[in-house]
């Protein structure tokens, strides 16, 4: 955890301390800790109180501290909150301006500008049907906000314990458009992160926009042509036609029966890869035209392949 500065403390005043309270507390604290008087021992100390003059004396970077300072304060909160390992900060470096050299001394390597890694996440999973339509999903994060009784001006607070914030869960309806892909990460609000997983599905893959599936297809109907009826993803089933002479392993195209695009909409294509099936139970009349068949193509098969 990053060590944080607390420049009040460190010239022990109150946060509401005047110009006059903080000039005299620094006044005092220098002589006792002037590096003529307490030697090497107070050197960190005297150190330590001229950073926090510097930016207390300063109405302008005391503003800007007090803000980060808000900030640690309402991460430490959340950090300590109930089931929440992850934290936000209400400020970024970036806000920082001119003061981020004081920034970085204040907050270690820690708080560098990686701020995408302390965003609170959560996960959620959708099904490939989802994917297709789309769908919402309520997320509740917990937040921190000001405490209404005290607004921080009483350290004793019921509510707030005299940290001034409260955390409180806040509740978003996340929309999560048609083609969303698997790993997605989604903002919620202005500062919350989604995460979208796409569960597998029993019966297709996904290939980005496009549906992968085994299709199987009875012997006879592979042989002489035909049509099967299929279930897509969602929707009505479609009529799909097997050509004369479709051998086992061929791919069949469905244009427009994929995902659409989460940019454009448009959508990919249903991919059907044909598994024969041989009609069951055999009939006798089966066996019969099965043997005719056979007594006519003695000279295929018996050629070996790597398996895919
Ligand atoms: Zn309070």
Sequence with gaps: MPTFKDYYKILEVDENADQDTIKQ???RLARKYHPDVSGKAGEEQFKAINEAYEVLSD???RKEYDRMRRGYQAHEARRRGPGFERVVYDWSPEDFGGFG????????RDFGPSRTETVPEETVRVTLEQVMTGTTVNLTVQDVKECVVCHGRDRDCPRCGGSGQVIEPRRFDVTIPPGIEDGAVLRVGDWARLRVEVAPHPRFQRQGDHLVGRLMVSVPVAAAGGEVTVRPLVGENVVVKIPRHTNHGRMLRLKGLGLPHRGTGVRGDL???????????FTAEDDRLYEALKANHQEVGGEI???R
Excluded: M, N, Q, T
């Excluded at 050299?101 to 270690?108: H, K, Q």
């Excluded at 991919?271 to 139970?281: G, I």
């Design 59 to 61: 109405p302008a970077k």
């Design 101 to 108: 050299s004081i920034f970085e001394d204040l907050f270690g």
């Design 25 to 27: 507390a620094y006044r």
């Design 305 to 307: 392949h790597a398996p």
């Design 271 to 281: 991919l059907l890869e044909v598994v024969l099936r041989f009609p069951e139970p």
